[in-house]
């Protein structure tokens, strides 16, 4: 596997407060801080914990309460909104039915997007939903229509993390010394996704549990090796932990739950736009031990039509453009195409 070596031989993650990013009337010094905190961090890292985020504690436990709900009931249930229902890569995915490097991955989880995503006329259908006033998640389609108050939750848990992201990624902007707006035109609802995993317990006595078509023996980790490849991540996890970081010498760094936090991480088109400055980091999750892990990754994305290429500030006569600039729709869904063939 190519794994990226740009970046530094870091031993842990950084925690950085954001409070001067989400609040209306900062302190200039302190948000300069924060800034500099955080282009360092996406220098050298590629990953940093986040506190002072303004999503409370209550708000978070009813969005893990709401994927517990949800795992938590029968196959066939689950099976009601399975990904491959629609032809837009969401709904539920069953454990056995990822494949990372090659390998199986031990969880089952649930991608939860837009409906305007990934259609060839999204941008029409992202605009007149807009339009209209709907809210981009709700479609009637991808609920699970055993829970009735799944549907809220996850909107409203949508909405801040939306809104959480874009105030990250105007930090980053600024991080780069460009306009904090810079990256405002480029994000979009549509392929954005807040996606629920769970990683059953994992044990001698889980060949009994686990679907026929699963071959144990190529089961190797409960989320294979990888990067993000989008704009930016907000990882929501419980205290069980698993979740490793790759760093310059190739040590696995753990990104162990830390209370009150939330794990940001940036995906391939970011280190397309900084032209390899910022870096997306490879991670992976162990397997998990006796107990059920649950993770609540937010992907903010650019939208369908964005085109990427390396910024102006970030490429100058000694380091020329290393990407030819993508556009990150059609990138995205022929990325999705072979990964859920
Ligand atoms: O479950 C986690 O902690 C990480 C999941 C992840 O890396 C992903 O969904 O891309
Ligand atoms: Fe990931």
């Given at each position: 596997m190519n794994h990226n070596t740009h970046g530094t031989a870091f031993k842990e993650v950084p925690v950085i407060g954001i409070g001067p990013l989400v609040t209306a009337d900062p302190d200039p010094e302190e948000l300069?801080?924060?800034?500099?905190?955080?282009?360092?961090?996406?220098?050298?890292v590629g990953f940093f914990y986040i506190t002072d985020h303004?999503?409370?504690?209550?708000?978070s436990r009813a969005l893990f309460g709401a994927a517990q709900e949800f795992f938590a009931l029968p196959l066939e249930e689950k099976m009601r909104i399975r990904l491959g229902i629609t032809e837009q890569f969401r709904g539920y995915v069953p454990l056995g039915g990822e494949v990372t490097a090659g390998k199986t991955d031990w969880h089952?989880?649930?991608?939860?997007?837009?409906?305007?995503?990934?259609?060839?006329?999204t941008i029409a259908a992202a605009a007149a939903a807009r339009r209209a006033g709907v809210h981009p998640l709700d479609d009637p389609g991808q609920w699970p229509p055993a829970l009735p108050s799944f549907r809220e939750t996850v909107m409203r848990a949508w909405d801040q993390l939306y809104g959480l992201s874009a105030r990250i990624a105007a930090g980053m902007a600024l991080s780069l010394g460009i306009d904090e707006h810079?990256?405002?035109?480029?994000?979009?609802?549509?392929?954005?996704d807040l996606r629920m995993v769970h990683y059953p317990p994992y044990n001698e006595t889980v060949g009994r549990t686990a679907p026929e078509k699963l071959a144990m023996e190529e089961v190797e980790s409960g989320f294979g090796a990888h990067v993000d490849y989008g704009f930016l991540a907000v990882l929501q996890q419980d205290e069980v932990g698993g979740l490793e970081v790759l760093n310059a010498?190739?040590?696995?760094?753990?990104?162990?739950?830390?209370?009150?936090?939330?794990l940001v991480n940036i995906g391939q088109m970011m280190q397309r736009w900084t032209n390899d400055r910022y870096r997306a980091t490879w991670h992976r999750v162990q397997l998990p031990g006796a107990v059920d892990r649950y993770s609540i990754p937010f992907f903010f994305e650019p939208a369908y039509d964005a085109v990427i290429s390396p910024l102006d500030v970030c490429c100058d006569d000694d380091n020329p453009p290393r990407y030819e600039a993508v556009r990150f729709g059609p990138y995205v869904v022929e990325l999705f195409s072979k990964a859920y063939d």
């Open positions: 300069r801080l924060t800034v500099e905190r955080i282009g360092e961090a996406c220098r050298d303004g999503i409370s504690e209550a708000d089952e989880c649930l991608d939860l997007q837009p409906e305007s995503g990934r259609q060839a006329s810079h990256f405002a035109p480029y994000h979009g609802v549509e392929l954005s010498e190739g040590a696995w760094i753990p990104a162990p739950h830390i209370p009150g936090t939330f």
